[in-house]
Structures are given as C-alpha cells and as structure tokens.
C-alpha cells in the first residue's frame, strides 16, 4: 500500500455541498442512490479530474444532473469512481450502488449486527456505501431517506433531526432524517432495526428540548438505565465545564453486538459496542460501569471536539481523540475521585502508550506518514495526545486554558482543524509561545526525567540536578529537548512540606518547574533538614522519572506526600525494587528474599485509611507488563511471573491478618449500586481477598468459594472467580463451571469468563484456550468474542503468550492469519501484541519473529496486517 504523508497534504479540488441518501435496506441486496451536490474548491486545482473513493462498490448507475452517464465519461471499479472531464461549476452526480450488508464481515460500511443493520464510517467507511470523496475537510449536509421491511426493520434512525416517516408498499416503510450541520462523511450513521428504545428528555441550559433514546436489542431494556444516565450527566457536565451545548432535537445511542472497536460519535446517532452500553449490577463489573460512563462522555464529548470541530486530515487525529480523551478523564474525575482517576490513567497510559512507545510501532501524537490509517487509532494518539492537553493546562494555567477552550470553540467552529490551529488560540488567550511545547506533538518516544539531588547541611541548601534524554524510535534517531512541566515538593522527615525558595529568589509557584532545556539545577535555600523530593505529582508529564531514592525516602513519601499520586508512586516504586532484586535472585537461581517493610507499610494504610479504592490501587502491585519494562530487555517472563508470585505470596502471609480484618469489615448488606464509593469498598475488600488468598491459598480459596456464592452482584462475584482461578485444582474447574452454567446466554459475561482462562498464568493455559475457541459460544467473528480470549492471551497473560518453546506465538500468528480476510481490522488490533517483541531474550525474539514472517508470508494480505507486522519486523 502506498504511504501517505503529511506533507502532501492538500486542500480537495471539489467540494460536496450536500448529500441526498435513498437507502432500501434488504439483507443482501440494499440499494444506495447518493445525489451529491459537487462544485470546484476554490482552494483546489484548476483543471482537476474528480476521484472519488470507493471500496468494494458495485456501481448501478451513475447520473450527471439527472442525465444518466455514458460509458465513455467516466471509469468506474469497485475501488473508485472518476470523471476525467469534469465540468467546471457546479453540478450533481447521483449513484445507485447495491451493497451486501450480510456479507461485510470487516463491519466498516453498511453492516449486520445480530440481524440490526448498522454503520461504522470512521475512518474510511463511507466509501464501502457509496463514491464519494471520503477525507475529513468535505463537510456536506445529509439527508437520509431509509427504507426496509416494517418486521425486519422497525426502528430507522439516522444522523439529525427525524422529518418524516410512514408505510410503504409490500409491508415496507421509511424514514427520513435531515442532519443541519455540515459534517465529514466518516459520521455518517443509519441504523435499521427491531431494537428496543429507553427514553428521556432533556433541556439544555438555554431551553433546548432534547429526545434522547438509548436502543437495545429488546429485552435488554433494563440494562440501559446506566448508560442513560451517564449520557444525562455528560450533557449537563459539558454544559459548566466547557460552555459546550448540544445542539440537535434528538440524540440516539445504539448498542450492537458486533463492534470493532468501543464506540463511534456519529453525528446525533452514536452507535457503540454493546459491552460500553449494557450494566445490570448482576452482569456488569464496577469496572464496566466505569467504563460505560467514560465511553458514554467520551462520545457525546466529541459532538463538539470532534463534530462541530473535526479534523481537516487524518493526520490530526489527536485534534479530536487526545482532547476528547482529555474531556473524558476530566468528566470521570469530577464525578468520581480525581487521584484514583489519574493513578488508574497513568496505569493505563504506561501499560500500552509506554508501551508502545518503547517498541517498533512508536509514532509521534501526530504521525506524519501511514499505510493505513485505521491502525494509528493507538494509545500514543489518544492517551498520550490527552497528556498533551493536561500539560498544556498546566503550563498555562486552568484561566488561560478555558479561554484558550472557549476560542478553539468559538474560532474553528464548523471547520476541519488542524493542531497549529487549536495551539494558536491557547497561544492567543495565554499571552505564551507555545512552539517549543509543539514538538510534544512530533516527536515519538517517551522522554527519561533524571534527577539527582544533594543536600548541604551547612550551607542548609538542596540542589536539585534535573535532565532530559528521549531514545530514538522508528524513523527519529535523534531528540530535541521538550518541555516538561514538573510538579514538585521537598518532604522532611516529619513529612511536613519544605518551602520551594530558590537561590536566587524566586519562588516555585504552585511548585511548579519547567523544564525546558537538556538539563537545569535547582538549588533550594532555608532547607533546614535533609529533604526527600517529591517530583512528577499528579503525573505532570508522560516521562519516564529516574531518581535513587532508597527504602527510606521512599516509604517517607508513601505515608506523608501530600499528593496521593506520588503516595501511590512510592508504593509502586518500592515494590518495583523488590521485584526487579527479585527477578535477578530468580535467574540465578537463588530464593527471592523481601524486606518486611513493604508489607508492613501497606499494613499500616489499611489500619488508617477511609479511602477505600486509592487503598485498593496501592494493594495491586506492579503488573508483569509493568516490571517487565521496567527491566527492558533481554526480558525473561516466566522469572518475572516467579518473583511477583513470591512478593504478592509474601505480603500475603506477613500481613494476612490485616487483610481479613479488611475483608471481613468491608463487608455490606446493602444492595449494590455502582457510585464510587461503594465501587471503592467492594475494590479494596476484593484486593484484600486477592491478596490473602496469595499468602493463604487454602484459606483464600475458601472465602472466594463462599464469595463466589453468595455475591448478589457480578463485582463481587467475578473477583471471587478471578481469585478462584489463580489456585489450580478442582475447584477452580468446578467454580468456572459453574460460572459458565449460570451465564450461559449471556455473552457479555461469558467473555469475562473468556478472558479470565485466557490470562491465567499457567502452561495448561495455551490448551485451555485453544479449547475455548471451539466452546459453542466462541466465535471469531464477534469482536468481542475474539478479543476477551485471544486478546487476554495475547495482552494479559505475559507468561504464557510468552512461552519459551514459542506456542503462544503461534496460535496469535494462526487467529490473525484466519482473521486477514474477514476482519482486517481485528487481525491487525491483535497483532500490536507483538510490540514488545525485540526486547525478549533472545531464544523468544527468535520464536516471534518467525511467526510475524510467517503472517507476513500470507498472500493476498490486508493493508491492516501488512502494515503492522511490516512495522514490527522493520
Ligand atoms: N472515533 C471512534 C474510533 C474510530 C476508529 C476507527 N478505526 C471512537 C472514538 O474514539 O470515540
Ligand atoms: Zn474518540
């Protein structure tokens, strides 16, 4: 596949005033007629062909002003559509194109969902219904007329405001949907179904009377309630926080079953994965909640940065999803505990943007080349481009950022952006030159903070020697300094907070320092006693922070930080220590030995803390993921897996007793509900639960047993099992048996229980999961499905996908092989699970690089899958 540059970005030589849609949905036969008002960009070029895209496109007819097109006018494929001779002003061309929505198992166009036909447009999607020019900068207005089978289809929603509808003949009807705004055809959205609607009304702040709707397959009514009300919070909170109202009569959420990916913010109508919008409290997770309520904010988030405003290329992807990210955290924290939000992000961000980052498919937030853009929807552009925005309010301060907001919002409203545009209006209201803070968005890789520091008694000083180092990546071999805002304190022993008085006068504000050079020295004065730093609170910026602190300095800032960020860093920092001294003792051989006071310090949190879920972030250690980049290289899985079971083994027994005075004091009798508070009790009594049954497996499983039974709610239960399944034995297979007997209708939560095997981290594990996926209700063709078991696999179980003799590999490399047909998209997603694979010792890297040939090999291969697996071999 060509690559497409940045660089060669030009503005469109037509533009596509308006869209007129006749779709007839029929489950292999659905007629499309698209009249499309064209007229020469006075950007573009002069004497421009038109090309329009298309993929897999059978043309019936093609029209110019109404008169039908001769055969010598224009060439038409399946792939694309031109007219050599355009004419040089305005006109319209109407297409009649028949597509098979049953046969597009890639679900990017018109598709089936459980018999529900719906759409998914973004990125290049629209192309697959209809000719059109089918980049974000064509901004048209829509009209869609839908038409089907009264039975088959009785629910039609497109994107807008509905105008009409009613009967047509041989049992038929229509519906017809008018969407004001001008809007790129990537949010596109018709939907036709037998769906069941909850509805609510909503008045926006300044009087608009808006009909919301959430559409679920029937039945399935009463787990729409959360979604909705998530839906309702978002609106208001979007209103007070960013000035940002809606701005349409109706907004529709549809859920369906089969989905790429999470959700999609079509215009008026998004269309999400069902596992983001479905929550009973007796199938859905706390978790899941939260996720719901994230992913629910999120899309509604994009109807202004995303919509409104969208993209003028693909290039400036993190114009909408960095920021709407950001809108989303923002909205979670509010709502929820901000701390625990941004420590449970960072987690995020570490466990797939780092680690991406670090590996061959390391790009820039804003890359400047692809191969296919549907594999740029990464956690670099999203996670990592939201760390961006956070940085850019700190840097600027929250005032100057909200009028930097209001003016994006204001100045490049009804326009397709780019990330120049959107940093002028923050360098406008800041009075501040933010070009050196614009290399965040170029440069890929994740910079190393080194700090260093030194106390002078006499002198009663503390100079602080801060430095900035970023490893090359892909295609970038060398760095510039970038600007990194870090957050600090200095701690006394007592745990009181120093004054941040510099040498030569000035103050920290906030405790605010920028780093902005290769390196800077900090010399504190008036330090009456030996200081511990607290640097990076909150996470301040995306880096990679190198400071020796010891046992002692550590622990100090776990119990007496201010910023609970760093409390949690500590704890993670001191239990990174002890797992990396861990994991050498193993390869040699030798029994890994921990120090007490690890143990003892959690011990003393739980004893005084009442906040139950930052306690419950502290009690899960580093994952094997996380120690394994911590190491870096020459990465050997299995010692990592042996020395994190003998810590969690270890803190277990020394503080065993603690854990069930926990366990046994959280207990509630009240009935579930999913608020942050109670999610947090049930989170911290769970990780007590994990983590006593790791020092007392016997005793561990027992209450887990005893959980599993009688939880009134899927929380309590699934961490039971979660428990459950780390103790190998009969009662392990009879509680998943169990679990399965009791959900067994329930794919939502049969994935759970996908998962769960799939992660499980024991050699039995690969025949588990190559059994599972003839288990009647697997099937690689749901997403889901494919993504709870070999995604687990492939992303949750270090170990084991990990295997030395290369078996793990091996099944990846055959899902991925059977999938390039059918569904690029999802071969390609599963594949990033080889990102990491040079910095394996060397007898793995050589077993996954013979499976990345092996998929490499495949011929015809899909440009999803060439891409990514050219990318990680390269
Ligand atoms: N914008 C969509 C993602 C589309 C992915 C296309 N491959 C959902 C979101 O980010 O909100
Ligand atoms: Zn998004």
């Known amino acids: 596949a060509t690559v497409i540059r940045l660089e060669d970005y030009r503005p469109a030589d037509w533009l596509i005033d308006t869209v007129d849609l006749t779709v007839s949905l029929h489950p292999t036969a659905t007629m499309v007629r698209a009249t499309l008002a064209l007229r020469p960009n006075p950007a573009g070029a002069v004497d421009a062909p038109l090309a329009l895209d298309g993929d897999e496109l059978t043309l019936v007819s093609a029209a110019l002003d109404g008169a039908p097109l001769g055969l010598d006018a224009y060439t038409a494929t399946s792939q694309g559509f031109t007219l050599p001779h355009p004419p040089r002003r305005a006109f319209t061309l109407t297409f009649e194109t028949l597509l098979n929505p049953t046969a597009n198992t890639k679900l990017m166009g018109l598709y089936r969902s459980s018999g529900v036909y719906c759409t998914q447009c973004e990125a290049e999607g629209f192309r697959r219904i209809t000719y059109f020019l089918d980049r974000p900068d064509v901004m048209s207005v829509y009209t869609t007329r839908i038409e089907a089978d009264a039975r088959e289809a009785p629910v039609l929603l497109g994107n807008g405001n509905p105008v ?3 009967p047509l003949d041989g049992g038929r009807h229509y519906a017809v949907w008018h969407d004001p705004h001008p809007k790129p055809a990537y949010l596109f959205a018709l939907v036709g179904g037998r769906l069941a609607r909850v509805g609510r009304r909503f008045t926006t702040r300044s009087g608009r009377e808006v009909e919301l709707g959430v559409y679920v397959e029937p039945g399935k009514e009463d787990r729409a309630g959360y979604a909705m009300d998530a839906l309702v919070r978002s609106m208001r909170w979007d209103e007070t926080a960013f000035g940002c109202e809606y701005d349409l009569d109706v907004f529709n959420i549809v859920a369906v079953s089969d989905f790429n990916m999470g959700a999609m913010e079509n215009k008026g109508l998004n269309i999400f994965n069902d596992k983001y919008v479905l929550a009973s409290p007796q199938t859905a997770t706390d978790a899941d909640y939260a996720n719901i309520e994230a992913i629910i904010a999120h899309e509604y988030f994009h109807n202004w940065t995303g919509n409104r405003i969208t993209c003028r290329d693909w290039f400036q992807l993190c114009l909408k999803e960095g920021l709407t990210v950001f809108r989303d955290h923002e909205f979670s924290s509010d709502e929820r505990s901000r701390p625990v939000k941004r420590i449970a992000d960072v987690r995020n961000l570490r466990a797939h943007q780092f680690a991406e980052d670090s590996g061959p498919l390391a790009h820039p937030v804003r890359p400047n080349a692809y191969r296919e853009i549907n594999n740029f929807y990464t956690a670099t552009v999203y996670e ?9 309010k700190i840097l600027i301060g929250s005032e100057a950022f909200r009028a930097g907001m209001d003016l994006y919002l204001r100045r490049c409203d009804g326009t397709a952006a780019t990330v120049e545009e959107f940093l002028a209006c923050f360098a406008e209201a800041s009075g501040r030159d933010l070009s050196h803070f614009a290399l965040w968005y170029r440069q890929a890789g994740t910079p190393s903070l080194m700090a260093k520091g030194a106390y002078d008694e006499a002198a009663r000083t503390y100079t602080l020697e801060l430095a900035q180092a970023t490893p090359p990546t892909p295609g970038q071999e060398t760095k510039e300094p970038v600007v990194i805002p870090v957050r600090l304190g200095l701690i006394a022993a007592d745990g009181e907070e120093l004054q941040l008085r510099l040498a030569d006068g000035r103050e920290l504000a906030d405790g605010l320092f920028v780093l902005d050079a ?3 020295k900090l010399t504190f004065v ?3 006693t030996q200081p511990t730093p607290s640097l990076l609170r909150g996470f301040s910026a995306p880096v990679k922070l190198r400071i020796d602190l010891d046992e002692d300095d550590l622990l100090r800032l776990f119990r007496h930080d201010s910023d609970p960020f760093n409390r949690w860093q500590a704890a993670q920092s001191v239990a990174t220590r002890l797992l990396l001294r861990a994991v050498d003792a193993v390869k040699s051989q030798g029994e890994p030995g921990f120090s007490p006071r ?10 005084a803390t009442d906040d139950h879920a930052f306690a419950a972030q502290v009690m899960a250690l580093p994952s094997e993921a996380d120690i394994a980049r911590e190491i870096g290289q020459d990465i050997d899985p299995d010692a990592i897996l042996e020395a994190r079971r003998a810590l969690r ?8 007793p603690r854990l069930r005075q926990v366990y046994d004091g959280l207990a509630s009798g009240e009935a579930y509900s999913p608020d942050a508070a109670s999610a947090g009790r049930r989170a911290l009594r769970n990780a007590a639960l994990d983590l006593f049954a790791a020092g007392d497996p016997e005793a561990g499983a027992e209450l887990a047993a005893a959980q599993f039974e009688a939880a009134d709610n899927m929380t309590d239960r699934f961490a039971a099992l979660a428990v459950l399944a780390q103790i190998p034995g009969e009662r392990r297979e009879q509680a998943l048996a169990r679990f399965a007997a009791l959900y067994e209708t329930d794919p939502l939560v049969l994935d759970k229980w996908f998962a769960l095997q799939a992660a499980i981290p024991e050699p039995g594990t690969l025949e588990r999961v190559r059994a599972l996926m003839s ?11 494919t993504r709870a ?5 492939a992303m949750a179980n270090l170990s084991q996908f990990n295997r030395a003799d290369g078996k793990g590999y091996d099944l990846l490399a055959e899902v991925a092989l059977k999938l390039d047909d059918a569904n690029p998209q999802l071969a390609a997603r599963l594949l990033g699970a080889f990102r990491s694979w040079r910095s394996l010792e060397p007898g793995r890297r050589a077993k996954a690089e013979s499976a990345l040939r092996r998929v490499e090999a495949k011929t015809p291969l899909s440009a999803d899958v060439a891409d990514i697996v050219s990318r990680c071999l390269a």
């Open 164 to 166: 009409e509808s009613g």
């Open 518 to 520: 290769p390196a800077a």
């Open 649 to 656: 083994a270890s803190v277990g027994r020394l503080i065993g």
């Open 526 to 528: 008036d330090v009456p």
């Open 789 to 793: 078991l070999i995604g687990s696999f």
């Open 384 to 392: 990592k481009g939201s760390e961006l925005i956070s940085m850019l």
């Open 598 to 607: 690890f143990a003892e310090a959690l011990g003393a949190l739980l004893a």
């Open 775 to 785: 288990h009647p209700a697997f099937s690689l063709a749901n997403p889901n499905r």
